[in-house]
Every structure is written in C-alpha cells, then in structure tokens.
C-alpha cells in the first residue's frame, strides 16, 4: 500500500508560481509512475502530469504545456510540479497519484493523495 501525501498549495495571484510535492511512503517509489491531477469545483478530476519510474519521461495536458514542470527526487521519495504563470483556471484540488504502469496512470491510477487547494486570483 502505496500512502501519497500532497502539500505547497495556496492562494497566488495570477501569473505568480507555486510548487507542488508529493511524499509517497513506499521506498520503492522509483518503481512507480506518478502523476498530477486537478479538479476544479463542478468539474471532473482531469489529468495535469505525469512521469516515469526512472523520471526519464513526461506528459503533460495541453492546458499546462510551458508553464508547469513534473520531476521526481527518488532518494526523497518524492514527486515535484513546479507551477509558473498560473491563471485564474488553474484554480483547483490537486491530487498526486501513483501506479506501477505508466500506460494506465493518466487515466485510472492505483493509489491516490488526498490533495491540496491551489488558488489563482485575478
């Protein structure tokens, strides 16, 4: 059982930066996709980042393309989405998520965080 423990979440204007970290609680981590996703109020939680195992790949929604980065620190078992020229639309819960098949962790990942409020003001 894979425990994810989201934080750096907040109030920011927009246009400003904030960075994201996941803890995961498995030493094996590195063995794990992991991945960000967001939901915002009266929407569906939809697919933000993602990043392999071994941290040599990404993915990323359009809407974030440029602005928001994805990495992992494995010796720290943690996970990173680094936030730049955030928009009002960026407002959201974000939830970090983690799965043993990259294939599978942009759409229905095995283990889940419990999230964090990110808020963008105009």
């Known amino acids: 059982q894979v425990q994810l423990v989201e934080s750096g979440g907040g109030l920011v204007q927009a246009g400003g930066s904030l960075r994201l970290s996941c803890a995961a609680s498995d030493r094996t981590v590195s063995s794990y996709a992991m991945g960000w996703f967001r939901q915002a109020p009266g929407k569906e939680r939809e697919f933000v980042a993602c990043?392999?195992?071994?941290?040599?790949?990404?993915a990323y929604a359009d809407s974030v393309k440029g602005r928001f980065t994805i990495s992992r620190d494995n010796g720290k078992n943690t996970v990173y989405l680094q936030m730049n020229s955030l928009k009002p639309e960026d407002t959201a819960v974000y939830y970090c998520?983690?799965?043993?098949?990259?294939?599978?962790?942009?759409?229905?990942?095995?283990?889940w965080g419990q999230g964090t409020q990110v808020t963008v003001s105009s």
């Open positions: 990043i392999r195992g071994s941290g040599g790949s990404t």
């Open positions: 998520a983690a799965d043993l098949h990259y294939g599978v962790l942009t759409t229905t990942p095995h283990y």
